[in-house]
């Protein structure tokens, strides 16, 4: 760790073996626990624990309360809202250890979590989804889905600048702020611009 190259507040602890880019910062009470990797210029809010061997990408934003658990990664530009959860044990039971049995869960570039949202782990969530706040994810996300409610149901489709798409009669959107082009086939979305 090369500490001049990120900043963190004095209150947060950052373990040893930790990799943290480029512009990072870490806040107030925050837990970084070892073998970490952390992209450039995120930012970790306050009272965040990141657990071993969790991978971030460049500029993610995890905002206050988050516990992000071993087996997560998150590609580039993932937001997690305040005090969103991932678990990583689908069985937890006090008594037994099963730290040999945690699921991975992969969060694609650009997605977004809501406030208070529940991940349960081996579910992936895809690029640009968008979960909303309070929402429990139990099943994979496909790319730019819109997902809400408990358990999370898909009511929709996001554009990467965070904008609803509606699809004409031949799949097609267009983003209101961007102008980026969508098409919608086999319930799949992809950017076409």
Known sequence: MNETNYYAHPSAIIDEGCDIGEGTKIWHFSHIMPK???????????????SPDVVLGNNVKVQNNVSIYTGVTCADDVFLGPSMVFTNVTNPRSAINRKNQYAKTHVGKGASIGANATIVCGHNIGDFAFIGAGAVVTKNVPAFALLVGNPAKQIGW???????????????????????????????VKRID
């Open 36 to 50: 970490c990797k952390l992209g450039n210029n995120c930012n970790i809010g306050q009272n965040v624990v990141i």
């Open 158 to 188: 996001m554009s990467e600048f965070g904008h609803r798409l509606s699809f004409d009669s031949n799949g097609i959107a267009v983003c209101e702020e961007s102008k980026q082009k969508y098409k919608l086939e086999n319930n799949l």
